[in-house]
């Protein structure tokens, strides 16, 4: 049995999880399950790097993102993307197309449906807390000017 290498385990509080240590073995419970959408990119993988100690993270994104789980979807795509806010306590949501002069649909499919489709999720799943955060560089490379 697993548990038979471990030596007793001691419970430490901690405001925001309880953490049981054993030998070698240090697992968290009720650690806060956060999804993070478009965490491959400047903001989401300065975030991941603050929040990686504190919570328990996830991402939702096009492409791989090494160290989290990854629901990897396109967030037009609400059926596609359901799966990955099952059981979150909060949503941060990054994910926009922001590369110079995308086509009108590109930005209507990702920045409005897609952010439609998140907030629309996230009800679905009953998350508690959705944070939006997006820079000047979501309308146009020419707005930071």
Known sequence: MLFNAIKPIKLRN????????GASLT????????????????I?????NYLSDKYHLSAL?????DGVQCYQADIA???SILPAFENKDTVVHLSAIWRDDPSWNDF??????GTY?????????????????????????????
Do not use: H, P, W
């Open 117 to 145: 489709n998140v907030f629309e999720a996230a009800r679905l799943a009953n998350v508690k807390r959705i944070i939006f955060a997006s820079s000047c560089l979501l309308y146009t490379s020419d707005a930071a000017d």
């Open 44 to 48: 989401g993988t300065a975030l991941k």
């Open 61 to 65: 994104n096009r492409s791989r993102v």
């Open 108 to 113: 209507l499919n990702c920045n409005v449906i």
């Open 77 to 79: 795509d609400l059926t």
């Open 27 to 42: 697992f968290s419970i009720l650690k806060k399950q956060v999804l993070i959408t478009g965490m491959s990119g400047l």
């Open 14 to 21: 901690n405001d925001e999880n309880r953490i049981f240590q």
